[in-house]
Structures are given as structure tokens and as C-alpha cells.
């Protein structure tokens, strides 16, 4: 009888030590290697605990459920790709980090003080760009009530993660638009541009547009004096691609902050100069009425306010795709939050989105290994 206790008892044991070792394993193959922040990076899920599996076959939006807006996105000469976001709270310009566009770590900040040279603003619309060997970020310091006090300034650093080095004020409301925001860096044929510009309104008494300028060569002064309008008030948040033969502008339209009842949506035209003039499917010239021209981005029942999209990057199978924020209706408490979409392209060049609105799930963007690639 003694025995026979002994061996259920052991069996009992057994049970629970398989139990145990079991569990711990399976903790162990979900956690990932992550240097995560306390704010919480992204992750394939879209759920913000990022791990560390390489290609994450798909992701889910938002791909960072917190309030990061107004992205922009490098692929940056360590092989990494970087992601700068309006400022919020006390970061002043938040970086984010990843491997593969899908699961995203903290880096830190671009600035560790904010630019002192505009008071009463903040750091909105990064863009980030690689000069010459550097990393060059343009940045706007905006006032919403106060639009004539937005300027636009440059800052430097040898790191993708900073700390930018600030080189002052590029462009202010003398330059052609009271609302001197939303900068977008381009360069073509060894010329180097940069965009910007945003909405009239009537109410505060200033005339919006975008508008467009040639840089110096190191990218941190103004090479001529005279800007040159290249698109009506009705967009801002702009992003100039090229593909083939055209020139691409991108641009959101419509309210970017009311929560659910945000209106905002990406709209594009195209040239087949960088100067314009760039025209919608539909033909309307976007030097005349920006707002009417191919929507490629829109809200739909989960999302609101999709907008502000990033640059374009492709990965190793030719997919292209862009950021973007939006506020995810049944989470309005996050802010505007990070979106990633694939751009298909039509067999007349246009670009475009499955559906028009955000993809719930989504194939995962493929970047491949020194290994994989040979």
C-alpha cells in the first residue's frame, strides 16, 4: 500500500513539474529581447510590446497604439529605420526604432531642449532626411491659435538618434504662407527643395498654401529669396515621391484633431516636373484646388482623421509603403496613432490603397538578412 502511495504521489509530482517547465518555456519563446521603453514600442501585433522576431509575417493598425503623429521615416546608413513624431510632452521629438517597419522601440529624442528661438510654440512635423553625410531634420515650431508665429528651422546630427545640433529658423511667415508648417524635403537632379505650407483661413485673417523653395547645397539656408506657390490652401501635411516619370505630391485635406469626427484624408496629385504643375486623376490642377484631387486615404468605420502620411519606403520584394496617424474610434484616449499601409500602383501610375481606408490586418513588409540576400 505504501508503494502504491509513493508512485501516485510521484506521478502527481511529475505531472506538476512537466506543468511548470512547460509554462516557463512557453514565457520564455513569447518574450522578446526587447529594449522597450516605458511608453511602449509596437509590435507585429500592433499591440506595443515589441519582440524580437525578425520578419513578422503580418502586423495590425494601429502598428503603435499611442499618440504618435505626424511621421516621418528614415532608412538609415546602420541598416535600421527610424520613425520622428511631433513632440509630446516634454520629448522633443520622439525617435522610434525598428528592424523591419513592424515592431518599433523607443530610441529617445531628437532634442534634449526644445529650440528656444520661437517662444510659445512646440515641435511639430518632423523630416528627416540624409545630406551629405548627415542627418538633417527639418521641424516646424507651430502656434495653432497663432499661425503668423509658426517658422520652420533645421538641425543636424552625424546619428540617426541625435542629439540634432540646431542650426535656427529656415523659413518663417515672410516666406509667401502665414502657415509656415509641415516641412517636406525633396531632391531631384542635384537641386535640393523644400515644401510646405497649409490651409487659409478666414477666421484668422492669413492665406495658406503650399509652396516650395530652393535649399543650398548642405540643405540649411535658402539658395534664392522667392518662393513659388505649388498648390492650393486646402492640404498641408505634404510629401513629394517620384516614380518613373512623375512626380508625386501627396497631401491631407480636411480636420486633422476632432477625434472621431476628424475629416482628415490623403489626397495626390502628379507631374512630370518637380516645379508643377501637378494635376488629379480627375484633372483638377492642385495650384487651384487641391482638395478635390484623387483620394487614395480615408476614415472608415474603425479610423478617423487618416493623414499626415510619412515618405515612401519599398521593401526587399517591391512593396512600397507609408505611415501615417490616425484615431482609432474605439480607443480615442490614444491620440492620433500610428497606421503602416501598402501603396499598389494602377497600370496608369496612380497610387493607391485597398479599399481606400486603413487595413485592419495586413501582410508584414519583407526586409531580408545579408544572408537571405545572397
Partial sequence: ???????????????????????????????????????????????????????PVSFSNPIVGKQLPDPTIIHAADG??????????????PIYKSTNMTQWTYAGAAFLQKPNWQPDTRLWAPDINYINGKYVLYYTLGHWDLPKNSCIGVAVSDSPVGPFTDHGKLLDYNSGTMQCIDPCYFEDNGKKY?????????????????RYVELSADGLSIKGAVSEK????????????????????????????????????????????????????????????????????????????????????????????????????????????????????????WPYITNGTPASVSRAPVFKNEEEKE
Avoid at 80 to 93: A, R, S
Fill in 1 to 55: 500500500m505504501d508503494k502504491l502511495i509513493l508512485v501516485l504521489t510521484n506521478k502527481v509530482y511529475m505531472k506538476k513539474l512537466s506543468f511548470l517547465i512547460a509554462t516557463a518555456l512557453c514565457i520564455m519563446a513569447c518574450s522578446g529581447g526587447s529594449d522597450e521603453q516605458p511608453d511602449g514600442p509596437g509590435n507585429g501585433n500592433g499591440n506595443g510590446g515589441g519582440g524580437s522576431t525578425p520578419n
Fill in 80 to 93: 535600421n529605420f527610424y520613425l520622428y513624431v511631433t513632440q509630446q510632452d516634454n520629448i522633443y521629438i
Fill in 194 to 210: 523644400l515644401f510646405w505650407g497649409s490651409y487659409n483661413s478666414t477666421s484668422k485673417g492669413y492665406e495658406g498654401g503650399i
Fill in 230 to 349: 505649388i498648390a492650393g490652401p486646402s492640404i498641408e501635411g505634404i510629401m513629394v515621391h517620384k516614380r518613373g516619370n512623375y512626380y508625386y505630391l501627396f497631401g491631407s485635406t480636411g480636420s486633422c484633431c476632432e477625434e472621431e469626427r476628424s475629416t482628415y484624408r490623403v489626397v495626390v496629385g502628379r507631374s512630370k516636373n518637380i516645379e508643377g504643375p501637378y494635376v488629379g486623376k480627375n484633372g483638377t490642377v492642385m495650384k487651384e484646388n487641391s482638395s478635390y484631387n484623387e483620394v487614395i486615404l480615408q476614415g472608415n468605420n474603425l479610423f478617423a482623421g487618416t493623414g499626415h502620411n510619412s515618405e515612401i519606403i519599398t521593401d526587399d520584394e517591391g512593396n512600397d509603403w507609408f505611415f501615417y496617424h490616425a484615431w482609432q474610434k474605439a480607443k480615442i484616449d490614444n491620440g492620433r496613432q500610428l497606421m503602416c499601409d501598402r501603396i499598389q500602383w494602377s497600370s496608369d501610375g
